[in-house]
């Protein structure tokens, strides 16, 4: 199977870094004109250029803003007023006992996680259908169906990402333009490396410490080690493809059988 994507434009939401950066790199390898956003104009404009270094024909740039906040958003808005492909992949996550996170924090999560997504899915959503084209792929977790009793606040946003994309695929009904949402399972990031060096040997080398790490901690995992950035963006660059056309209103898995269920 070929992906082409030449001719198409696409903004990937927090991709200066981690699972982001692997889907403009593969969106971008794939022949798409890819828009790099991040909140500082400084790191999206480096994260460019570390673009430019892994696939050196890529048409890229720079669309940096706080898409948490209406001056960022203008901002990304005003640099690309459409776009054919839209991956609402930026996310916060942390823990926190239930019973202490407050309502500012549940907010907070809401507002980053959900709120950023169907902010920019109501601006380009249209434009999409107008063409007849278009593709909007959402970034949840597992931890939208397996919800984590030490972050809840950060599942509840993921669920409530897989109602969003249900409920604009409805939307886009019969117009050519899919709307899904990718199930990530626990990926090695840098954030994650740290993360498993803080509970296992430092003195491991990575291969070993994050088989122990998955082992002890993520022992429902049937990949039994951490799922690769590329791993994540190679969905999402076929859903973003003509090749996925019959694919829209779904939830699909790239957990490593993270999600003990056979649906969906
Ligand atoms: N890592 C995992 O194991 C895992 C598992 C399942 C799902 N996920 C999901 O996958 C997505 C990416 O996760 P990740 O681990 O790759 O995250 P990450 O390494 O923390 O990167 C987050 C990205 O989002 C950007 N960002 C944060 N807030 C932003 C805002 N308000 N406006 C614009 N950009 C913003 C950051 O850019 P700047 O700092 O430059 O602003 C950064 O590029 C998230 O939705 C996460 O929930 C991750």
Redesign the pocket.
Known sequence: MQVALEGRTALV??????????IAEGLAAAGARVAV????AR??EE?VERLRGQVPDAQLLAA??????DE?SAQVLDRLPDVDILV??????GSRPALEIEDEEWRRYFE??VL?AVRLIRAYLPGMIGRGWGRVVN?????AVVIPAEMIH?GM??TALLAVTRGFAKEAAGSGVTVNSV??????????EEFVYELVDKDLPWEEAQRVFMRQYRPQSLLQR??E?EE?ANMVVYLSSPLASATTGGALRV?GGYVDSILP
């Open positions: 939401t927090g991709s200066t870094q981690g699972i982001g950066a692997a956003n991040g909140r500082d790191r999206t994260a940096p803003g706080d898409l948490a906040t960022g609402n992949n930026l996310g916060i996550f980053v996680n950023t970034i949840a977790s597992d931890s950060y946003t993921k199930i990530a399972g626990p990926t090695h990031t840098a954030g994650v951490l799922i950035p994540i957990d």
